[in-house]
């Protein structure tokens, strides 16, 4: 099933039982998100989609191990042959529409670590989505409840993939960049370096990129000249961190709003880098806002 939203030249598709996913997001039949193929909705494939949720934890968890309170937690090694657990488990899990209307729907998922549930994740939550669109945008607000009887780590985050056309250009500003050892995993932060500097806005090139960058100020943007248009990315503080992921000849990128880096859990004080701890009951509420522009 897909729901359409509309509101003033934007459309968004949702396919809430692909992960709840966003399946299209277009101005005037112009793709602002990228194009997913047929045969993705078909069979489900939501790493083809346009952008779907990073929920309860972003990017990898070092060979899907951690220990959290004195307990050791081993997690599905869920993406393929990778040898980490990566983006939580709600991205593979169906998701149920809650409310629907012209320009706005809410999602939800309930995850209880029953059986082989807890491989994907050892706590209960509940987690919602809510897509707000207005004529100059899409507002989606994430949120996370604890339903353990526990504490529990807890991250949200949100994997938007975006169409790389000729000359697309790209901006934002951040204070340092985990580059990433051979396993994939974060190493030290360091400056970042000329290449993977876009503080001033330039054409997106082919730098390699996929790594996590600490200190982000919240706001990205992208200009598609060819089309005259540009997307105008704002989140919410809690959301210090900004995953770039620009892989060589393909026709995609991301540009990834995240609350904490890669593997935090298994770093030295998680907090500093990013990972809240939820007590029973407790919520994390946050939002990301995609604001389209016409340029002239």
């Not at 939550?125 to 994430?142: C, H, I, K, N, W």
């Not at 709003?257 to 593997?263: E, I, R």
């Amino acid at each position: 099933m897909i729901v359409t939203l509309r509101s003033g030249s934007l459309s968004l598709d949702l396919a809430p039982s692909i992960g709840g996913a966003i399946a299209g997001f277009r101005h005037d039949g112009v793709t602002l998100m990228r194009e997913i193929p047929e045969q993705a909705l078909r069979e489900g494939l939501v790493r083809q989609t346009c952008c779907y949720p990073l929920i309860p934890y972003s990017n990898r968890i070092a060979h899907g191990r951690f220990s959290f309170e004195g307990v050791e937690h081993r997690l599905a090694l869920n993406f393929g042959d990778h040898p980490h657990s990566i983006h939580g488990n709600a991205w593979q899990r169906p998701w149920q529409v809650v409310e629907a209307d012209d320009a706005r729907c809410r999602l939800a998922l309930t995850h209880r670590p029953d059986g082989d549930e807890a491989k994907g994740w050892p706590f209960a939550y509940r987690a919602e989505q809510l897509f707000a669109m207005s004529p100059d945008g899409l507002v989606l607000t994430l949120s996370l409840e604890n339903e353990d009887h526990r504490a529990m780590p807890a991250g949200l985050g949100l994997h938007p993939f975006f169409p790389k056309r000729p000359g697309v250009r790209l901006q934002f500003a951040a204070e340092r960049v985990y580059p990433n050892g051979e396993d994939s995993l974060p190493l030290d932060g360091v400056p970042v370096p000329d290449d993977w500097n876009y503080r001033t806005m330039r054409e997106l090139g082919e730098p390699r990129l996929d790594n996590c960058f600490a200190g982000w100020n919240g706001t990205a943007r992208i200009a598609y000249a060819q089309e005259n248009i540009a997307l105008r990315i704002e989140a919410d503080p809690l959301f210090g961190h900004l995953v770039v992921y620009v892989p060589a000849e393909r026709d995609f990128f991301a540009v990834e709003p995240v609350s904490h880096m890669n593997d935090a859990i298994n770093r030295p004080e998680p907090s500093r880098h990013g990972l809240k701890v939820l007590q029973s009951g407790e919520r994390l509420s946050a939002q990301v806002r995609f604001g389209v522009e016409v340029l002239s």
